[in-house]
């Protein structure tokens, strides 16, 4: 067993490739029954929900320049030259990377990843979810932290800790990981067994249709959602009525079109 102090309150115990993280002597909670996964609706999200996967992304492409930084990692540390430098810090061909939250009603997630409400989320089964990896892949809560120390590479926690510590700025997103290593292996795709969607949210402006491209992915996603989806929960998610807060909604029938009624009676302002 070998321990790692990430700051003044955060530790890391590591034993036989696994870990547990604590936070002022307390471990952390443990894998939750659900995880939630938001998408923009677009051409790559419904070729996912089509076809069952969960695309591997290289850290490079995340918004935050900080996530996956090889500068946490004490032996792979560079002077910076010039501004290019930058997107290499967190430039990573071997590990493929899947986010998930434990918060379905977050504002910033909808906002941010759920294209302000467009988009959709998935609600996973995490049992499941876990069922269906292999060896290449592994599911670990991030770890945030405001100060993170630097890590040797000869600590053997290192495998993992620069892709799992987030500046504590991000701990609203309460995020989960995949980690699957090799991802070009396996197209970047992370496969998953379609009965571990337990639900199926959409933000209320999905139904906005603004343009042919628009209507052609709605039309796209509703048609994948009742071939394939007909018998998980459709919600629709949005400011509620009354209160600064988001409210979520079961569509009758499991139909976008037979909820406009519900949706009228709950959100009335969206239709005035």
Avoid at 101 to 122: D, I, K, Q, T, V
Avoid at 125 to 140: G, R, W
Avoid at 199 to 227: A, P
Avoid at 265 to 271: G, R, V, Y
Wanted: glycine share 2%; net charge negative.
């Amino acid at each position: 067993m070998e321990k790692f102090k990430i700051d003044s309150s955060t530790e890391v115990i590591f034993e036989n490739n696994d870990w547990v993280v604590t936070e002022n002597g307390t471990p952390q909670i443990s894998v939750p029954k659900y995880l939630y996964k938001y998408f923009s609706l677009n051409e790559y999200s419904i070729d996912s929900l089509e076809n069952d996967y969960i695309y591997l992304s290289n850290p490079k492409d995340f918004n935050d320049p900080f996530d996956c930084n090889r500068n946490l990692i004490a032996e792979k540390q560079k002077e910076l030259r010039d501004w290019q430098y930058i997107e290499r810090l967190n430039d990573i061909s071997d590990i493929g990377i899947a986010c998930f939250s434990e918060n379905g009603m977050e504002p910033l997630l909808w906002s941010h990843y759920a294209n302000s409400y467009r988009g959709f989320c998935l609600k996973f089964n995490v049992e499941s979810l876990i069922n269906a990896q292999n060896s290449s892949v592994k599911l670990n809560r991030v770890i945030y932290s405001q100060a993170p120390e630097v890590i040797s590479l000869e600590h053997p926690f290192s495998s993992y800790y620069q892709y799992l510590l987030k500046l504590n700025n991000w701990n609203y997103e309460q995020e989960w990981r995949l980690l699957f290593q090799n991802p070009n292996d396996a197209e970047n795709r992370f496969y998953f067994d379609k009965s571990c969607i337990q639900e199926i949210s959409v933000g209320y402006k999905n139904m906005d249709n603004s343009t042919d491209k628009d209507r052609e992915l709605k039309s796209r996603f509703d048609r994948i959602r009742k071939e394939r989806f007909n018998d998980v929960p459709l919600m629709t998610v949005g400011p509620h009525q009354t209160k600064l807060e988001l409210n979520k909604v079961l569509l009758k029938e499991g139909t976008i079109e037979d909820g406009m009624e519900m949706l009228k009676h709950k959100f009335p302002f969206l239709f005035k």
